[in-house]
């Protein structure tokens, strides 16, 4: 993880200083690292985000992931005068981790005019993919 300064596009920077990563994804520990309507990237701990066997939360990676994605999508909503909302979200959990960091990245499939679909790739520290998860976000006119 990084006390640095998230990268930020235009269109993030003030869309994120006015609403964060969201309540459920501070609690979880998500750390943003890079944000665009393209490209998102953030971290988060196993640790505190464990089912009862020990690995991490299969909710937790949907968690991360939909955060990711949605902020993504209402970067690219913002400037348009809209906002995004999630409409669909399905996971993949293919390994799963017991400790240490993982990390998402987020890559745009379509930026459309009333949906934007991103999928989202976790792993962990040694770069072996634990969930694949894709969202689908809705945009709908600001009022």
Known sequence: MTNLE???SDDAR???ETRGVGELAERMGVKLLELS???AV???PV???RQPLGLLHGGAYVVLAESLGSMAANVWAHPKKKFAVGIEVNASH???ARAGVVTATC???TLGSTLTVHQIAVEDEAGRRLSTIRITNLLRDRR
Do not use: C, D, Q, V
Request: glycine residues 4%; aromatic residues 4%; proline residues 5%.
């Open 94 to 96: 293919s390994n799963s």
């Open 107 to 109: 890559e745009a499939i």
């Open 42 to 44: 953030a971290t988060m």
């Open 47 to 49: 640790e505190g985000n």
């Open 37 to 39: 309507a393209e490209r």
């Open 14 to 16: 003030s869309l994120f």
């Open 6 to 8: 998230p990268k930020l």
